[in-house]
T-cell receptor, first 111, second 114 residues
Framework: DAKTTQPNSMESNEEEPVHLPCNHSTISGTDYIHWYRQLPSQGPEYVIHGLTSNVNNRMASLAIAEDRKSSTLILHRATLRDAAVYYCILRIYNQGGKLIFGQGTELSVKP | EAGVAQSPRYKIIEKRQSVAFWCNPISGHATLYWYQQILGQGPKLLIQFQNNGVVDDSQLPKDRFSAERLKGVDSTLKIQPAKLEDSAVYLC????????????FGEGSRLTVL
């Protein structure tokens, strides 16, 4: 299974930008890069996904390296509600599009 | 738009008993997933359905777990008999797209096996 590597934890200050890194050196050309986050006692929530180009939506931005072996999730202004576990996942096209979660990065936000 | 519905939210049973979890995906979503999330870990994929057919069940412990998706809509995940190590949150997710787009998760069903 295609794997991703993320730091176990990160800390941020409220209202500052946050850059969450992810390495996925075994990615294949048809795999999409997905980010989800999970708040305590809730199911994972979709954040953003992309294939090759950088992507923006109302929640975040996704910056994808030119060789696609790494990506960065950018939260432009962290709020206390952004404290969660963030998962970087590859959606594996040639395995039926399944998502294999890793351990994720636990983000804490300080006021 | 209604989200993915799961029930029950909480269930406590004794080991060797059986339990069933139900999932109603978002209307029109062809792909349905069951994940198991043990405390402190990321979700682990158990089974993936495309309509009412199984796409991947390689991580499903088939000696005790079973899942079905009759008529390609609702799905049921059953554990019989339960073991202590089955204590976890069981998450259901659905997607309109097989390979590329986002998954929508339910809130999960928390199982405690005593």
């Amino acid at each position: 299974d295609a794997k991703t590597t993320q730091p176990n934890s990160m800390e941020s200050n409220e209202e500052e930008p946050v850059h969450l890194p992810c390495n996925h050196s075994t990615i294949s050309g048809t795999d999409y890069i997905h980010w989800y986050r999970q708040l305590p006692s809730q199911g994972p929530e979709y954040v953003i996904h992309g294939l090759t180009s950088n992507v923006n939506n109302r929640m975040a931005s996704l910056a994808i390296a030119e060789d696609r072996k790494s990506s960065t999730l950018i939260l432009h202004r962290a709020t206390l509600r952004d404290a969660a576990v963030y998962y970087c996942i590859l959606r594996i096209y040639n395995q039926g599009g399944k998502l294999i979660f890793g351990q994720g990065t636990e983000l804490s936000v300080k006021p | 738009e209604a989200g993915v519905a799961q029930s029950p939210r909480y269930k406590i049973i004794e080991k060797r008993q059986s339990v069933a979890f139900w999932c109603n995906p978002i209307s029109g979503h062809a792909t349905l997933y069951w994940y198991q999330q043990i405390l402190g870990q990321g979700p682990k994929l158990l089974i993936q359905f495309q309509n009412n057919g199984v796409v991947d069940d390689s991580q499903l412990p088939k000696d005790r777990f079973s899942a079905e998706r009759l008529k390609g809509v609702d799905s049921t995940l059953k554990i019989q008999p339960a073991k202590l190590e089955d204590s976890a949150v069981y998450l259901c997710a659905s997607s309109p797209d097989t390979h590329t787009g986002e998954l929508f998760f339910g809130e999960g069903s928390r199982l405690t096996v005593l």
